[in-house]
């Protein structure tokens, strides 16, 4: 068996855990973020201000700024709220990509592609960002856009509008970002089957087909929040912020060491449930939960095609890797419907 960390890089190749050090390097610390938010420089309600103070209010210690087709300036906010180690807003874009199909009933499919850490504006194909070709092909050119940038590419809700088929995202390049819970009150995150049977898998199962693949795709709980007006905390139909986020385990609190990071998976993914520690090698993927309250937990090892390997109920969850899963990831649930979703162990 070839143990392939993800991807000779991953963290979860290394035993890590909060006090962990890499050699005689910084040492490594986890940092809470937001992938997907939205100011007044796109179809936000407030300006990106408020937005990053939000995040730097609530625990966080960093947020990319995902406008549509703008590129908001990260320096005010830093200046405002930035330190080392304390807070950081990085520069970022959501592609809004379109493309056309009369088959669909508004004419048009949603492929939007979020930018992480780009500072240039990346210009949607097509008039009106409407591309006359194929979501596949729009995604390989956005995503060469961002790379060209030193970015880290984010598909964002395929099932949002019923846009994007499973067949349309298998040439994703690896190391690709994958939403697989979008706090976005419409996106249909939980996959659905119309009246004529067709089917559109849930976000998490879309991931779990391409892990089979052997697509090295990480998964990202986010907000895509656009209401920060404290007067509407309790409309929940609103896309409210706080919904999903992700933990990364970097050395320094930069722009470069958090793209780096989740560019080689090295993060895992929360609507609630807190990870204590996170630990993989070649044999074994073990993990320790935070309890949060009288909160009873359930962690499921997933490995190729999405198939349960093995269950374990409390705080504790270790799973020995045979080496035949194809891949081994945990989710982990609670009694309160919160999640978390480690990335993949990738066996070849
Ligand atoms: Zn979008
Ligand atoms: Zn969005």
């Not at 995150?189 to 976000?203: E, K, M, R």
């Not at 074994?284 to 999405?306: P, Q």
């Amino acid at each position: 068996m070839h143990f392939r960390s993800v991807c000779g890089a991953t963290a979860l190749c290394l035993s890590v855990g909060l006090s962990n050090f890499a050699g005689a390097q910084q040492p490594l610390r986890w940092f809470k973020g937001n992938t997907h938010t939205h100011s007044l420089n796109s179809d936000g309600d407030s300006p990106a201000l408020d937005v990053a103070r939000w995040y730097r209010t609530h625990g966080y210690q960093f947020t990319f700024m995902t406008d549509h087709e703008f590129v908001t300036d990260v320096a005010p906010l830093n200046a405002m709220f930035g330190g080392p180690a304390r807070f950081l807003a990085i520069s970022a874009q959501e592609v809004t990509q379109r493309t056309s199909d009369p088959s669909h009933p508004e004419g048009v499919r949603q492929a939007h592609i979020n930018a992480l850490g780009i500072n240039t504006m990346i210009r949607p194909l097509g008039e009106r960002y409407i591309a006359n070709q194929s979501i596949a092909s729009t995604y390989a050119r956005n995503i060469a856009e961002i790379r060209k940038q030193g970015g880290v590419a984010q598909v964002n809700h395929p099932n949002f509008r019923w846009s994007v088929k499973l067949s349309e995202m298998v040439d994703l390049p690896d190391s690709t970002l994958l939403e697989v819970w979008n706090g976005h009150s419409t996106v249909n995150n939980l996959g659905g089957t119309d009246s004529s049977g067709n089917v559109f898998p849930s976000h998490e199962a879309v991931w779990d087909s391409l892990l089979t693949r052997g697509k090295v795709i990480w998964g990202v709980a986010d907000d895509d929040s656009h209401s920060f007006k404290p007067e509407d905390a309790d409309k929940l139909e609103l896309t409210r912020p706080g919904r999903g986020w992700v933990v990364v385990r970097a050395d320094t609190l930069t722009p470069g060491a958090i793209v780096g990071a989740l560019r080689r998976g090295d993060f895992y993914s929360s609507t609630g449930v807190t990870l204590r520690t996170l630990a993989a090698s070649r044999s074994e993927l073990k993990i320790e939960i935070a309890l949060n309250s009288d909160a009873r937990y359930r962690t499921e090892f997933v490995g190729r095609g999405g198939r349960v390997l093995a269950t374990v109920h409390g705080l504790n969850a270790r799973y020995a890797i045979t080496g035949n899963e194809g891949y081994v990831r945990a989710r982990i649930t609670d009694s309160n419907g919160l999640k978390a979703w480690t990335q993949p162990v990738i066996i070849r």
